[in-house]
Antibody, heavy 117, light 107 residues
Framework: QVQLKESGPGLVQPSQTLSLTCTVS????????VSWIRQPPGKGLEWMGI???????DYNSTIKSRLSISRDTSKSQVFLKMNRLQTEDTAIYFC???????????WGQGVMVTVSS | DIQMTQSPASLSASLGETVTIECLAS??????LAWYQKKPGKSPQLLIY???SLNDGVPSRFSGSGSGTQYSLKISSLQSEDVSIYFC?????????FGAGTKLELK
């Protein structure tokens, strides 16, 4: 069955770079797209970006200058890197499988990231 | 960017009641609207896509409707397990934006 699992540091210092990994199983990244979505404490969901099956990426313009999404198809992993972190970036970060219609049908459990010194 | 305005922000209802959550898009999204259920400490679950199509395993008491800029999620015969936060999401155009969420509680 399709599974996604996020991993990464729980605490990042302000101005530093966040690196997260989404490891997928039950699907191939060469035929499936994956997005990163985050939820700050007590707030709604924010779509961050996507890497399509052909490797093309698309980012939310609000964070585009700080965000990079890449993948290693042989390891079934998708990576998120976001620099210049601020306290407002404190959130639960989810990765999700994306259908061709940009619907998020399978989600990881999420990883809590706190930006604090 | 397409803005999604969801209402109400919170809702209290009794078991067995029918509740409706609304979502208003800032422009026509041509039925490209999905609904998700999120419980504390859990990942979001896709309930409905393309306005009214139920995802596999979703109970038939959930239904969606709408067109153009106005959409709604209806939960009939409310059950205790439906206590959750519900989000709408437009998948018409990038960035794929979500509503702010509706917190559904039991009265």
């Amino acid at each position: 069955q399709v599974q996604l699992k996020e991993s990464g540091p729980g605490l990042v210092q302000p101005s530093q770079t966040l690196s997260l990994t989404c490891t997928v199983s039950g699907l191939s990244l060469t035929t499936n797209a994956v997005s990163w979505i985050r939820q700050p404490p007590g707030k709604g969901l924010e779509w961050m970006g996507i890497i399509w099956s052909n490797g093309h990426t698309d980012y939310n313009s609000t964070i585009k200058s700080r965000l990079s999404i890449s993948r290693d198809t042989s390891k079934s992993q998708v990576f998120l890197k976001m620099n210049r972190l601020q306290t407002e970036d404190t959130a639960i970060y989810f990765c999700a499988r994306v259908t061709m219609a940009a619907i998020f049908d399978y989600w990881g459990q999420g990883v809590m990231v706190t930006v604090s010194s | 960017d397409i803005q999604m305005t969801q209402s109400p922000a919170s809702l209290s209802a009794s078991l067995g009641e029918t509740v409706t959550i609304e979502c208003l898009a800032s422009e026509d999204i041509y039925s490209d609207l999905a609904w998700y259920q999120k419980k504390p400490g859990k990942s979001p679950q896709l309930l409905i896509y393309y306005t009214s199509s139920l995802n596999d395993g979703v109970p038939s008491r959930f239904s969606g409707s709408g067109s153009g800029t106005q959409y709604s999620l209806k939960i009939s015969s409310l059950q205790s397990e439906d206590v959750s936060i519900y989000f709408c999401q437009q998948n018409y155009d990038s960035p794929y934006t979500f509503g702010a969420g509706t917190k559904l509680e039991l009265k």
